[in-house]
């Protein structure tokens, strides 16, 4: 048994390792990554929302329901350590 | 909690520095380096500070358990508030720019991330501040 999830494991970091060669080199602009979405928020964010900073306009007016997701989130956990924790009075 | 005059004095002179530091963060998202979510947690450290310092009651003197609810539901209320404006000025959820184009009024939108992002941060505050709470109360110690 050991020596199959052994041979498992080995095979898959063979492959893994065989197609990072293939992955785009660290900072390289021709990467598909860095290519169409990330120049079109440079170039579009300062007319479309007005502010300096691209990483602000991203997230609260690009992606902005999902920063309203996010602060839900921190706001359940807070309510459930309160419901879990607070003993005795009322919210 | 044992006296200590070094650490009451230093935390007295350092919070409010810490809350004036937290509101620049937040207001400074649009602009630079910050945000709402960075600078709610600031303004909570200073609290966090002030329990460390001087004791659970204190903090609850100033910011009690009801308020620190209120606070928590007013951040998501202004967030939300904000979407729902832009939902009836004739746009989809939180698409600001409809509310420039109708009032006319430069630089609205970026006014608007500043009002989200400010509700973010009371948001942050207020529940870090509560988790902390919670967890340092003893258990009817405090209301």
């Known amino acids: 048994m050991k020596v199959k999830a052994l041979l498992a494991v080995l095979f898959i970091g063979i492959i893994l390792f065989w197609t990072v060669e293939d992955m785009p080199a660290f900072g390289d602009p021709e990467a598909p990554a860095t290519q169409y979405l990330g120049i079109l928020y440079i170039e579009s964010a300062l007319p479309d929302i007005g502010i300096e900073n691209i990483v602000t306009a991203i997230l609260a007016s690009y992606r902005g329901f999902d920063t309203l997701g996010e602060v839900v989130v921190i706001f359940t956990a807070g309510i459930s350590v309160t419901l879990l924790l607070r003993r005795g009075g009322r919210l | ?143």
């Open chain 2, 1 to 143: 909690m044992r006296e200590n005059v070094v650490i009451r004095t230093v935390s007295r002179l350092a919070v409010p520095f810490i809350q004036v530091f937290a509101l620049y963060v937040i207001v400074h998202g649009a602009l630079g380096a910050g945000g709402g979510f960075q600078g709610g947690v600031v303004f909570a450290s200073s609290f966090i500070l002030m329990i460390v310092a001087f004791g659970l009651n204190s903090v609850r003197k100033r910011l009690s358990n009801k308020w620190i609810v209120v606070y928590s539901v007013l951040g998501i209320t202004i967030y939300a508030g904000i979407g729902l404006l832009c939902l009836f000025m004739g746009g989809n959820y939180l698409e600001y720019g409809v509310i420039e184009a109708i009032l006319g009024i430069p630089h609205l939108h970026g006014y608007l991330l500043d009002a989200v992002e400010i509700g973010i941060g009371i948001t942050v505050m207020a529940v870090m501040t509560s988790i902390l709470c919670d967890m340092a109360d003893k258990g009817g110690e405090s209301s």
